[in-house]
């Protein structure tokens, strides 16, 4: 996520060789005033790494024979326990430096449209600009740990622009009223499961306003409407490659086949898919309560979302194995009051409407429990 991965390793060889090759000489170049200097604003993609797009920085200078492309999103899925240190949040990004024919050649084979928006700064900064970029990779500063919001692909430019400009001029100019959450969700279309799991999976933390810029084409439209030293921060956008967005069909990835997997979960109404749907379900919660304190990602932390997936509810196979119908009861009565909670935290949030079924499923199933192992109280005359 905001990321480039390189699928092909001849990718990363070239940009290691090229990087080797340039960086023995890159401090001693001068650059020439027919140096550009611009932002590549890349389209999202249909792989998860891709969903929100890819910044990049662009300098060309024909007098040095320099076309250039430093991507501060480059990750190895060769690294090892990658899963493990990304869900600990302690995974190292880095950057690459591409040649330019090569960088755009990848979007091309993609398929994913490219944004060029040039700076208008002077040539002073734009020396600054290259040599802090070539001293940053050249030291090991390039390397970095990826946190969703905070540090990735994109803050990372916007870092170092400011670092270059001297002081907080790329800033965030438009939805700063609205919450991360909902910043996010346009960008899962024909992606249901990945809007479910990042709904459920995030917590308080992208409830917040959104008011840092954490995506490629949040950084595009500020850039639009910065003024530096009184004049625009970057000139009018260019389109360098232009792509027809393609939503993929998927017969099980929608939200229809998620509605009918729970309908199907309460018109079936027997003990074992009961049973099986509120392990699944604890299984879940067991899961984010347990991220929640080992990961350093502050988006998985105090996730209200166990609220409904109740880690409490693995005990229900337990209490069925036992007939324990009391137990039964008070886990049902626990978890309802659970579910009522919860639908009061999330009257206002974003993803509501995608967990409202969840929140009616697991309801109706409760109510049945409630019904089934209530103990009728004797009457003494």
Request: hydrophobic share 45%; net charge positive; aromatic share 14%.
């Amino acid at each position: 996520m905001l990321a480039h991965f390189f699928p092909f390793k001849k990718y990363l060889i070239a940009a290691l060789l090229l990087f080797i090759s340039f960086s023995s000489f890159s401090q001693s170049i001068i650059l020439s005033q027919n140096t550009h200097i611009s932002i590549l604003t890349c389209g999202t993609g249909n792989e998860v790494y891709s969903l929100f797009g890819h910044t990049a920085i662009r300098i060309q200078d024909t007098v040095n024979n320099v076309d250039l492309v430093y991507n501060y999103g480059a990750f190895d899925f060769n690294t090892p326990n990658f899963v493990m240190k990304f869900t600990k949040g302690d995974l190292q990004y880095f950057a690459v430096i591409n040649s330019y024919p090569d960088f755009i050649n990848q979007y091309q084979y993609e398929k994913r449209t490219v944004y060029e928006q040039e700076l208008n700064i002077s040539l002073e900064l734009k020396q600054k600009l290259f040599d802090q970029l070539n001293t940053s990779l050249a030291s090991g500063e390039s390397y970095y740990t990826y946190k969703f919001i905070d540090k990735n692909c994109t803050s990372m430019v916007v870092d170092i622009l400011n670092k270059t400009l001297g002081g907080n001029i790329v800033v965030k100019k438009e939805d700063t009223d609205l919450s991360y959450r909902s910043i996010l969700y346009p960008y899962f279309d024909g992606h249901f499961y990945e809007k479910l799991g990042t709904s459920i999976i995030f917590g308080t933390k992208v409830d917040q306003k959104g008011t840092q810029i954490f995506l490629p084409l949040e950084l595009k439209k500020s850039l639009e409407k910065i003024v530096f030293n009184k004049i625009p921060l970057a000139k009018k956008s260019e389109t360098v490659l232009e792509f027809t967005s393609e939503t993929l069909f998927s017969w099980w990835n929608n939200v229809y086949m998620y509605i009918l997997l729970l309908l199907a979960i309460i018109i079936i109404n027997k003990k074992s898919t009961t049973v099986f749907y509120f392990t699944i379900m604890g299984i879940i919660g067991l899961f984010f309560t347990l991220v929640g304190f080992y990961s350093q990602h502050l988006e998985l932390g105090y996730n209200y979302n166990i609220l409904l997936f109740n880690p409490t509810l693995l005990a229900i196979l337990f209490l069925y194995w036992k007939k324990n119908k009391q137990g039964l009861y008070i886990l049902a009565l626990l978890n309802l009051l659970c579910l009522v909670v919860y639908l009061s935290g999330v009257i206002n949030k974003a993803h509501l409407l995608i967990v409202l079924p969840l929140i009616i499923t697991n309801a109706i199933l409760l109510i049945r429990i409630l019904i089934e192992n209530r103990t009728k109280t004797p009457v003494i005359i």
